[in-house]
């Protein structure tokens, strides 16, 4: 129907309504009719009226989050501020506005494995669940094509809450540059050595070599690997790359270079951090679920007091 009215709009002072109103499924006075209603407001029906106050702020979610989130996703978002709007309406004027959020593509392997390498065990055993901040991180990195070459990323995720604490954009997929993530990591969460704190990851040849353990070990890690190529035992990882593919890389690109690479992750880390929905730990983003696990150690201490 909008999109009837807006060719009228556009063909009348051609063709004039009726000619027009012959061609297509509209009659005249339903035209006239939405033409008043504009015109004024007051004689806008009470779901227009709902669906002329809803739109901007849809389209407002919509744009301030990366233009990636789905009906689902903006509508949490809009709870969260307050709105009293039901899904189906998001659902419904996204339609009508044309926006529709992101769909994650196919994994692709990254993973190239040494067999001679001695490998530490897997302590994860798939369970990508932990009961506080700094129990178990999980790495990984991806590539990335760009007119220079191809980029590669790493990241280290805290799996408590998903909040990336570690990454690094590099030209080559060398050890090096993983392990730059895994600086980054320690440098901000700073974990107590020896605490018990999990690192894992794949079987690839960075992570598995001897200047990597050697780090965890000095840092009082305790190493972690899964299968070859297997996607699941590094599941978590592999999520949040496929996330970081699908929202940024295939979304924004082509890329010209590793610079414009690294400003774009920068971005999106910081938004996925402190306010991307995570259905996984309650619609909130990463940063908050943390804030409130330590807002309730503080809380029996206040009580205490």
Same mark, same amino acid.
């Given at each position: 129907m909008?999109?009837?009215?807006?060719f009228?709009?556009?063909?009348?002072?051609?063709y004039?309504?009726e000619p027009?109103?012959?061609v297509?499924?509209?009659v005249?006075?339903?035209?006239?009719?939405?033409?008043?209603?504009r015109?004024?407001?007051e004689?806008?029906?009470?779901?227009a009226?709902?669906?002329?106050?809803y739109?901007p702020?849809?389209?407002?979610?919509?744009?301030?989050?990366f233009?990636?989130?789905?009906?689902r996703?903006?509508?949490r978002?809009?709870?969260r501020e307050?709105f009293?709007?039901a899904?189906?309406?998001?659902e419904?004027?996204?339609?009508?506005?044309?926006?529709?959020?992101?769909?994650?593509?196919?994994?692709?392997?990254?993973?190239?494995s040494d067999k001679?390498?001695?490998c530490?065990?897997d302590?994860v055993?798939?369970q990508?669940k932990?009961p506080?901040?700094?129990?178990? &991180?999980?790495?990984d990195?991806t590539?990335v094509?760009?007119?220079?070459g191809?980029?590669?990323v790493a990241?280290?995720v805290d799996?408590?809450?998903r909040?990336?604490v570690? &990454?690094?954009?590099?030209?080559?997929?060398?050890?090096?540059?993983v392990?730059?993530a895994?600086e980054?990591?320690l440098?901000?969460?700073r974990?107590v050595s020896?605490?018990?704190?999990?690192?894992?990851?794949?079987?690839?040849?960075?992570?598995v070599?001897?200047?990597?353990?050697?780090?965890?070990?000095?840092?009082?890690?305790?190493?972690?690997?899964g299968?070859?190529?297997?996607?699941?035992?590094?599941?978590?990882?592999?999520?949040i790359?496929g996330?970081?593919?699908a929202?940024?890389?295939?979304?924004?690109?082509p &890329?010209?270079?590793?610079?414009?690479v690294?400003?774009?992750?920068?971005?999106w880390?910081? &938004?996925?951090?402190?306010r991307r929905?995570?259905?996984?730990?309650?619609n909130?983003?990463p940063a908050?679920?943390?804030a409130?696990?330590?807002a309730?150690?503080?809380?029996p201490?206040?009580?205490a007091?």
């Amino acid at each position: 129907m909008e999109a009837m009215i807006a060719f009228i709009d556009d063909h009348r002072a051609s063709y004039g309504i009726e000619p027009i109103c012959e061609v297509l499924p509209i009659v005249p006075s339903t035209y006239r009719l939405h033409v008043a209603r504009r015109r004024e407001p007051e004689r806008m029906s009470a779901r227009a009226k709902r669906d002329a106050r809803y739109m901007p702020e849809i389209k407002r979610v919509f744009d301030d989050n990366f233009q990636v989130y789905g009906a689902r996703k903006v509508w949490r978002q809009m709870l969260r501020e307050g709105f009293d709007v039901a899904r189906c309406t998001v659902e419904r004027l996204m339609r009508k506005m044309g926006l529709q959020g992101v769909i994650r593509g196919k994994r692709v392997r990254t993973t190239v494995s040494d067999k001679a390498a001695v490998c530490p065990l897997d302590h994860v055993n798939r369970q990508f669940k932990a009961p506080r901040p700094n129990v178990l &991180w999980v790495s990984d990195f991806t590539y990335v094509a760009s007119w220079t070459g191809f980029v590669y990323v790493a990241f280290v995720v805290d799996a408590y809450a998903r909040r990336i604490v570690g &990454w690094r954009v590099s030209r080559s997929a060398h050890a090096g540059f993983v392990l730059d993530a895994l600086e980054q990591a320690l440098h901000e969460r700073r974990p107590v050595s020896g605490g018990g704190l999990v690192h894992h990851s794949d079987r690839g040849v960075q992570y598995v070599s001897i200047k990597y353990t050697e780090r965890l070990a000095e840092a009082g890690l305790v190493p972690s690997v899964g299968s070859v190529g297997d996607s699941y035992d590094n599941a978590l990882a592999e999520t949040i790359n496929g996330l970081y593919k699908a929202e940024v890389i295939h979304r924004r690109g082509p &890329w010209r270079s590793l610079e414009a690479v690294e400003y774009a992750t920068l971005e999106w880390v910081d &938004w996925f951090n402190n306010r991307r929905l995570l259905e996984p730990i309650g619609n909130v983003p990463p940063a908050e679920a943390e804030a409130r696990y330590y807002a309730g150690l503080e809380e029996p201490a206040k009580l205490a007091a």
